[in-house]
């Protein structure tokens, strides 16, 4: 595939001359509004790492199965210590060297992408908790540590990981059906059922599975939020605001579960702006003594623990 001016590919954002802060203001350009307020170290930091996640995600979404299996081998190889000659990749461990981020994260997320090629037929809740954990958690968990967000907001960090990404799965069911791939929970609905949604008219076990999936995403959603004040309050009204941004989709699709299969849920500019006002203000007051938050939930962890204690 040749890139775009503005995305370069997979092998050129690993082996060329990019520069992070670029890719981030061109490609994330959400986060890279948020990140202007940081300082200029911590901002090239983060976009170091979004760049190394964005690497791996596009390894797997812009070259077919092979040719994604061997640009995410030799990242996995890279980060091991083995000399790839990837300026991307060893500035990467550099970073983690520096911030103490467990590599095996990064392993993690590749993991999660690699389940990602050729047919995906998720068999229940616990296994699509495990890959929102490994492809979204994941980066939640390294931000935390290039923040130096004490550890014990790591539980809730994972948490909003899982709560954007349940979000993201029930927005694209019919999106990822017609790429062959089936996360809804096949106890919730055979994955069959939701291939064959695309032609036809009845809907109704496809919708009850995605208004289910909606109701695992609040509880996480949540959680999420009683971990936002162990973030720095530069970026603190940024990360709410996304979560708020990210779980009003699915308040979208649950207008009308049916017309989300057939046009893709978004959110009006108003209203992302009213939220992110919201939230900016809410972080405001978060600042001022009230009181200890609520003890993390582990039962959300079931499914994640082992996973989570991998990485610690």
Known sequence: MIASPHHPSPHQQLFGAVDPEDVLRRCGRTFYAAAKVLPATTRRELALLYAMCRAIDD????????????????????????????????AFRELAGRHDVPLVLVQQLIDGVRADLGEV??????????????????????????????????????????????????????????????????????????????????????CAAIARLLDVADQYYESAELGMQFLPVAVRGGIRAAAWNYRAIGSVIRRDIEQSLADRARTSGAG???????????????????GPTDPHNEELHGAVRALRLAAT
């Open 272 to 290: 992302k702006a009213v939220r992110t006002g919201l939230a900016l203000w809410a972080s405001v007051l978060e600042s001022l003594p009230l």
């Open 121 to 206: 037929r998720i068999k229940s809740l616990d296994e699509l908790l495990r890959y929102s954990y490994r492809v979204a958690s994941t980066v939640g968990l390294m931000m935390c540590r290039i923040l130096r967000v004490p550890t014990e907001g790591d539980p809730f960090a994972i948490d909003l990981g899982i709560g954007m990404q349940l979000t993201n799965i029930a927005r694209d069911v019919m999106e990822d059906a017609a790429s062959g791939r089936v996360y809804l929970p096949g106890d919730w609905v055979p994955s069959e059922t939701v291939l064959a949604a695309a032609n036809e008219q009845n809907h109704t076990e496809v």
């Open 59 to 90: 390894s797997a979404d812009a070259t077919d199965a092979g040719e994604a299996d061997d640009l995410l081998q030799q990242i996995s190889d890279g980060l091991d210590g083995r000399d790839i000659g990837s300026p991307l990749v060893s």
